[in-house]
Structure formats: structure tokens, C-alpha cells
């Protein structure tokens, strides 16, 4: 039997951080995930290899701009085989890292799957077949999430995709309809518009990316009714039926012109869901909710003491950077330290083209929450910096508060949004106002010194903008 003092299970950002963490803390510790190297849904089938796509994405959208400069390129020629092999390059350089990692702190990594015996056992079952007993002081559960299936949607045909298939680049179809207006459904379908595809979006809400700050969110729709062939919005999927030559696609919805069509794929992208249904999850005391969240506490301690969870499979906002920090804290929490995982903001990024990227409270929230704030915008048409690369379709936006003008949110909208808002997230967790970011001198010409001039708007005192604060008598009315 192998006997460890941390057993984690799952690869991914978050579990091999806490892996790593524990080994450099000089614990003993067991990493159990089925690929050869840790890396996760995050780096194999997600995060890393869309980025790799959509840079790509990002240089065919330049060159085409470019004519605008005067400087004209030819159509670009995609040779599908070595933008995969590109993709796969990517993924394979960094899941090598993380091998190399686990070589150089002594982590003891197990390829294959685990079950849980009881509260201090697994029985891991190896790539060969074979089952090896781990006895663990502790655990820490980071099984990830899976694309949702929809039931009705779910029909036997290789035209049908869901994220995983579209980063394998099977084709780039003439047609296209991607389900789902959230951060994947976009993302991906950007990348398809650019390698030639008709891409159409369907979403059932009234807008794209529902839950996001509509200002923010107005920006970058205006920028993917550009690039593809048509937004769908309040409209549903009634049914899909497999054809030789296609999907036959049934829309519902009050404004659809036309109920049925025909395309060449699908890609369905409405969401995750939690990889909970850990094998013998349910010899232990550990909790799983309504939605299939595994039930933690602010240490990430489940309700079996010995066992901790994390990531994508305890709730959302499902992104690798909260997983990996809350990797972290769980870590700590097994040796001894007084710590706990508590935000003050999380920043999110949807890297279309313009990136989107908030953190902390946005106007969104604080409208269900009754709460009163004050936001203050720049525009990227004042910012020198975006009329020079000529990337103007930008905002940039302070959440605060009215009494105190201490940073409660900040939401970005702009090439290279997922850049600038670390910033933000920094400001909000070291309790910042906006006369700090006002008076924190920021380097010109750059997009970051939009942060500073929307406090200055705050002010009344923006040097590109006048936007002049009214006094309280002149805004009575």
C-alpha cells in the first residue's frame, strides 16, 4: 500500500498547484490523473489551446484590418493540419512542464483513476489496469467539469460538436451554428469565423453573455455581428434531426424569420457541469448540493474533515485562477495555517476580439442588490493610446462607492482587456479608491491609463474627457 500525507485527485490548474504547493511545503504527496502529464480540461481541451486558436483568430482579423492603414494583404491561407499541429505544440509544451515538475518535486504521480474507500483510502486504478491501494492523511478532490449534454440536442451524428471536438480542428466547416451566446460558444465562434466559417449564434436570453454589464457587452456584440453571419438572440433550439448533407436545425422564438435550417456542424456550448459522481464519493461524509457542487466550507474542508475540494467541481465562477488559489488555501489549511478563501474579487476575461474582462461588483449585481454605487466610464475613442493602434471600440469603468469612491468593481472592454484588469482586482482587494488610482501615475500612451482617467472622471477632472461632476443643486430636477 502507498501511504501519503496528500492525495490529490485531479490534474488540473487547481490540483497540481496544490500538489506542487504541498511538495515544496515538504509534504508527501500522490497526484492521481488519467493524462501523462498534469495540465486538466484547462490546458488539454480548454483554456490554453483556445487561446493558441484565437491568437491566431486575432492575426487574420489584423491583417484584414490592416488595409485600413494602407497596407493590404492577401486572403490568408489556413493549411488546417499545422494550425492543429501549432494548437497541439502549445499543449504539449506545457503539459511537458508540469511533467517536468513532478519530477523535480518528488510528487508521485499515478495515471489513472481514483475511488474513494473510506475517508483516509482510494483504490487508484492505473492506465494498465492494474489497482494500487493509497492510505492519505488527506485529500483533496479537483475533478473539474465536463461540457452539459442537452438531452434534446443529443443526436448521434459527428456533426454535432461540443467544445472538446471544436479545439480538435476536425474542419472548418462552411457552415457553422454554435448554441450557446456565452463566453465558449463566443470564443470558439470567433475562431471558425475567422478560418472561413458562416457562423451563426443562438441565444435563448435577450443578449450575449447574460449575466455581463450590458455597456460592456454592447461593445463587443457590435464587433461579432461583423464577423459572423448572424446573431439569434431570444431564440431557442427546438430541435435538431441528422441529414446526409447536414443538421437540420428547428428555431423557437417570437423573433425568428426563419424556423428551419440547414448546417454543416453544430457546436453546442451551454455550459459546464460539475464532475462530481467521484466513485464511492458516497462511502464518506462528503455533501453534494442540487446543481452537483460538491459542499465546501471557506477552507474548502468538504464534510468529511480529511477531504477537501476544489475547483470547478465546488462552484462556480468556473475558471482555472480560482481553482489554483483555492488549491492553495486548502493546502495551507492541512498544515496548520489560519487562512481561507475569500475574495474580494475574481477577475473574469472572455478573450474574443474585443476581450471582455470585470472584477469585484459589477452594475449588474449591484442593480439585484438594491445597491447604490457610482461608475465612472472613459471612453477608448479619448485615449491616445487606442486611436494609435486604431482599437477605439473600448471602455473602460470604475464601480464605486458613492461615499467613500473606494473601488467596489471594475469592468473593461477593449483589445487586450484581460491585460489591464489585474489592476482592478488588485485595487479592490487592497481596498483602493479612485482617488488613489487617480493619483497613481500610469505610463502614456497606454490603454492602462484608462483606469486612471475614468477615476479622474470620478473627480469631474479627466483631462480627455469633460464630464464635469454636477453639484446637488443641479441635479435636481
Not at 89 to 116: C, F, N, P, S, W
Not at 306 to 321: K, R, T
Amino acid at each position: 500500500m502507498i501511504t501519503t500525507q496528500l492525495a490529490v485527485v485531479g490534474g488540473g490548474p487547481g490540483g497540481y498547484a496544490a500538489a506542487f504547493l504541498a511538495a515544496d511545503l515538504g509534504l508527501q504527496v500522490v497526484l492521481v490523473d488519467p493524462e501523462d502529464n498534469p495540465g486538466g480540461v484547462c490546458v488539454y481541451r480548454g483554456c490554453i489551446p483556445s487561446k493558441a486558436l484565437l491568437h491566431v483568430a486575432n492575426v487574420v482579423a489584423d491583417s484584414r484590418h490592416a488595409a485600413a492603414w494602407g497596407v493590404t494583404f492577401g486572403e490568408p491561407t489556413i493549411d488546417l493540419d499545422k494550425l492543429r499541429a501549432f494548437k497541439n505544440g502549445v499543449v504539449g509544451r506545457l503539459t511537458g512542464g508540469t511533467g517536468q515538475l513532478v519530477k523535480h518535486r518528488k510528487v508521485r504521480y499515478m495515471k489513472g483513476t481514483a475511488e474513494i474507500v473510506d475517508a483516509h483510502n482510494l483504490s487508484v486504478t492505473l492506465h494498465d489496469g492494474t489497482n494500487e491501494p493509497v492510505r492519505f492523511d488527506h485529500a483533496i478532490l479537483a475533478t473539474g467539469s465536463r461540457p452539459v449534454r442537452v438531452p434534446s440536442l443529443a443526436i448521434e451524428s459527428d456533426r454535432v460538436w461540443d467544445s472538446t471536438t471544436a479545439l480538435d480542428l476536425p474542419s472548418v466547416p462552411k457552415t457553422l451554428l454554435v448554441v450557446g451566446g456565452g463566453y465558449i460558444g463566443l470564443e470558439l465562434g470567433s475562431v471558425y469565423a475567422a478560418l472561413g466559417s458562416q457562423v451563426t449564434i443562438v441565444e435563448m436570453t435577450p443578449g450575449l453573455l447574460p449575466g455581463a454589464d450590458r455597456d460592456l457587452v454592447d461593445v463587443l456584440a457590435k464587433r461579432i455581428r461583423q464577423i459572423v453571419k448572424a446573431v439569434l438572440l431570444n431564440t431557442k433550439v427546438a430541435r435538431m434531426t441528422a441529414e446526409p448533407n447536414g443538421i437540420r436545425v428547428t428555431f423557437e422564438g417570437a423573433d425568428v424569420t426563419e424556423p428551419e435550417q440547414v448546417f454543416d456542424n453544430v457546436l453546442v456550448a451551454v455550459g459546464r457541469r460539475p464532475n462530481s459522481e467521484i466513485p464511492g464519493l458516497d462511502r464518506t461524509a462528503v455533501q453534494v448540493d442540487a446543481r452537483g457542487f460538491i459542499v465546501v466550507d471557506e477552507q474548502r474542508r468538504t464534510h468529511q474533515p480529511s477531504i477537501f475540494a476544489i475547483g470547478d467541481v465546488v462552484g462556480e465562477p468556473m475558471l482555472a485562477h480560482k481553482a489554483s488559489h483555492e488549491g492553495r488555501i486548502a493546502v495551507e489549511v492541512t498544515v496548520g495555517e489560519n487562512v481561507a478563501f475569500e475574495p474580494l474579487a475574481i477577475p473574469a476575461v472572455v478573450f474574443t476580439d474585443p476581450e471582455i474582462a470585470w472584477c469585484g461588483l459589477t452594475e449588474t449585481q449591484a442593480a439585484k442588490e438594491k445597491r447604490a454605487v457610482t461608475v465612472a466610464k472613459f471612453p477608448w475613442a479619448a485615449s491616445g493610446r487606442a486611436i494609435s493602434i486604431d482599437r477605439i471600440d473600448g471602455l473602460t469603468k470604475l464601480v464605486l462607492d458613492p461615499d467613500t469612491g473606494r473601488v467596489l468593481g471594475v469592468g473593461i472592454v477593449g483589445s487586450g482587456a484581460g491585460e489591464l484588469i489585474a489592476e482592478g482586482t488588485l485595487a479592490i482587494e487592497m481596498g483602493a479608491t479612485a482617488a488613489d488610482m487617480k493619483l497613481t501615475i500610469h505610463p502614456h500612451p497606454t490603454l492602462t491609463e484608462t483606469v486612471m482617467e475614468s477615476a479622474e472622471v470620478f473627480y469631474g477632472q479627466a483631462t480627455h474627457v469633460y464630464r464635469p461632476i454636477k453639484k446637488k443643486s443641479e441635479g435636481k430636477s
